[in-house]
Structures are given as structure tokens and as C-alpha cells.
């Protein structure tokens, strides 16, 4: 089928799909605006419980523990939503992987140098032959096939994202803090011109009284 390309790119391409497929399901199946504010509010509870819990306060306790007891629907909230893209996310897998395995048999990449690869295969958890797989756990390899590959392609279009955005995230506060200053200097700026504009008046209509009463 796919014997007129070279495999390196289209298993790229395919790692690259199902990158921009995946977090298409992220956007659209999980509230990120949600998720922060739940993430916010449980960090401000853990703060206030070991503040609590050093400064020996148990009324403070007490209403955190409360406040913990109504919190814990939103963790159960922002897990049932974080485990969503999953449910499409592994059905897709079981298909994806062996089609890779079937239609690229005998493609290989050498790199120069090893990576950790913490799970080559699953075989284990059906054999129980959970002993040999920690041995030498994790595994190092530089010798990959199809779908070795497929995952190290969807780890660099990860981390390339993540990069980009938080550049763009950097200049784009850095552009904010540069307008919100300038915007400032203005404000102050027509603030003295206002104040001098005040005062011009009472001076002219004070020139005005000396004038007629001489």
C-alpha cells in the first residue's frame, strides 16, 4: 500500500495526524478553563491546610476538611474529564498499532545514540512475567521499528508544541507588560495636562478681578 513512499515520512505523517487528532479531542472534550480553576482551588486548600496544620489551628482544620469534602466531586469532575480523549484515544490504538506492525514489516531506524524505553511491549501483563520485565527496567534502545518510531514522532511534535507555546506565551507577556507601561505614561501624562489646564483659568479669571477692581 504504501510502497512508493518512503515509510520514515509517512509514519511521520501518520504520527503527525494523530497528534493533531488527539489534541483536537482535547480541546473540544475537555474544559481547560475548568480544569485550572480546579487545579487553583486545590492547590489554595493544600496551602491552607498546611498552614492550618502547622499553626496547630483546629477550627481552621476543621473547615478546611469541610471545605475538602465539598471539593472532591470537582476532582472527580476534572478526572472523568481528563479521561475522555482516552476513550476514543485506546480504541483507535488497538487499530493503529497493528496496522503499523503489518504495512511497514522490516522498517528499521538506528540512531546513534540510546533511549530509555519504559514499555516495549505488553506481553508481560498476560504472561505475569512481571520479574524480567524490571530487571532492567528501563529498557535502553537504539534500534527501532514502525512503531517504535510513531511514538518517538508524536514526542517531538509534543515537545515542539509545548516549546512554541511557551515562547509565544513569553513575547506575548512581554508585549502586554510593554502596552500596559506605555498605556500608564499616557495616563499620567494627561493627568499633569489636566491638572495644568485647572489651574490656567483660576489664574486668568484672578487677573481679570485685579483688573477691574483697580
Known amino acids: 500500500m504504501f510502497n512508493e513512499f518512503d515509510p520514515l515520512y509517512v509514519i511521520s505523517a501518520i504520527a503527525l495526524v494523530y497528534y493533531c487528532a488527539y489534541q483536537f479531542m482535547l480541546d473540544k472534550l475537555v474544559d481547560k478553563k475548568r480544569v485550572k480553576q480546579i487545579q487553583e482551588e486545590s492547590k489554595r486548600l493544600q496551602k491552607e491546610l498546611s498552614s492550618a496544620t502547622k499553626e496547630h489551628d483546629e477550627k481552621k482544620l476543621e473547615q478546611i476538611n469541610k471545605e475538602y469534602e465539598q471539593f472532591l466531586p470537582k476532582m472527580m469532575e476534572m478526572s472523568f474529564m481528563q479521561l475522555k ?8 490504538l488497538a487499530i493503529l498499532t497493528p496496522f503499523l506492525y503489518d504495512n511497514f514489516r522490516g522498517f528499521e531506524i538506528v540512531f546513534p545514540f540510546y533511549l530509555p524505553v519504559f514499555v516495549q511491549s505488553f506481553h508481560f501483563l498476560f504472561s505475569f512475567d512481571f520479574a524480567s520485565f524490571f530487571a532492567d527496567f528501563p529498557h535502553w534502545r537504539n534500534l527501532f521499528g514502525p512503531v517504535g518510531w510513531f511514538w518517538i514522532c508524536v514526542l517531538l511534535f509534543s515537545l515542539s508544541v509545548s ?15 510593554k502596552k500596559q507601561t506605555a498605556s500608564t505614561g499616557v495616563a499620567d501624562d494627561c493627568k499633569k495636562v489636566d491638572i495644568n489646564s485647572c489651574v ?8 481679570v478681578q485685579d483688573t477691574k477692581t483697580n
Open 85 to 92: 480523549p482516552l476513550i476514543i484515544i485506546i480504541p483507535a
Open 163 to 177: 516549546l512554541i507555546r511557551s515562547l509565544y506565551n513569553k513575547v506575548k507577556e512581554q508585549i502586554d507588560a
Open 200 to 207: 490656567k483659568p483660576e489664574l486668568n479669571t484672578g487677573v
